[in-house]
């Protein structure tokens, strides 16, 4: 079963000066231990797809599928809380908390919470290849690429094998770029994640198992990497 699904869906923005049909019969699929690529030009609809799937927003019609459940019907709060990571480009980190604060966040709206919430930041600081001195540190003390691996350890605390990635390296140097590209596979690759980035980036789109291309809100090419195995 694929841990998300697009069937039939479309997209409609409604307002008084325009309508626009953002996605248009999209039918895709992402499972575990694969990262995808959603690729394609500023307004294609590769953004609102990637909202349809983190529950900012439903369908106009078809169907988003959590592990074969239709997100039409689910509590879209709780699916956003609980099943829906999201590592953003602007890193979205809380200013005013530490990084450990920052990392236990989404545990601690789960109920998990205390020394062994701490302990949970802990392992995954160290996870994406940070020391274990950055926990006490403020956001506005780390580097961005600094940032963006404590935005993906943060996602990664949420106990989700779904991570959705908007443009993670948009803000980021090549070097850092690179790293967090590293790092994404390696959470698809060796710990099993289902990763979907959007991006321009084509050295994510190169790396990636799956390229998904859209165009005019038409999902019109996949692209599949031979197995390694």
Do not use: W
């Amino acid at each position: 079963m694929a841990v998300i699904e697009a069937r039939d869906v479309t997209y409609r923005y409604v307002n008084k000066y325009q309508t626009v049909d953002a996605l248009r019969g999209v039918n895709c699929k992402f499972e575990e231990g694969r990262m995808y690529a959603l690729i394609g030009k500023s307004g294609s609809g590769k953004s609102t797809l990637l909202s349809l799937m983190a529950g900012l927003m439903v369908p106009t019609t078809g169907e988003i599928l959590y592990m074969g459940k239709s997100t039409n019907k689910l509590n879209l709060t709780r699916y956003r809380r609980e099943n829906a990571a999201v590592i953003y480009q602007s890193f979205r980190l809380f200013p005013l908390l530490t990084v450990s604060e920052n990392v236990t966040y989404p545990m601690e709206l789960r109920g998990f919470k205390g020394k062994k919430a701490r302990e949970k930041a802990a392992e995954l600081i160290e996870k994406v290849g940070l020391p274990e001195t950055v926990l006490k540190r403020y956001p506005s003390m780390l580097s961005g690429g600094e940032q963006q691996r404590v935005a993906v350890a943060r996602a990664m605390s949420m106990d989700t094998k779904l991570l959705l990635a908007d443009e993670p390296t948009g803000n980021l140097d090549t070097e850092n770029g690179q790293r967090i590209i590293e790092l994404l596979a390696k959470l698809a690759h060796e710990d099993g994640y289902c990763v979907v980035v959007v991006t321009h980036d084509l050295e994510i789109a190169a790396r990636a198992d799956t390229t998904y291309r859209i165009r005019d809100g038409v999902l019109y090419e996949e692209t599949n990497k031979p197995s390694e195995e």
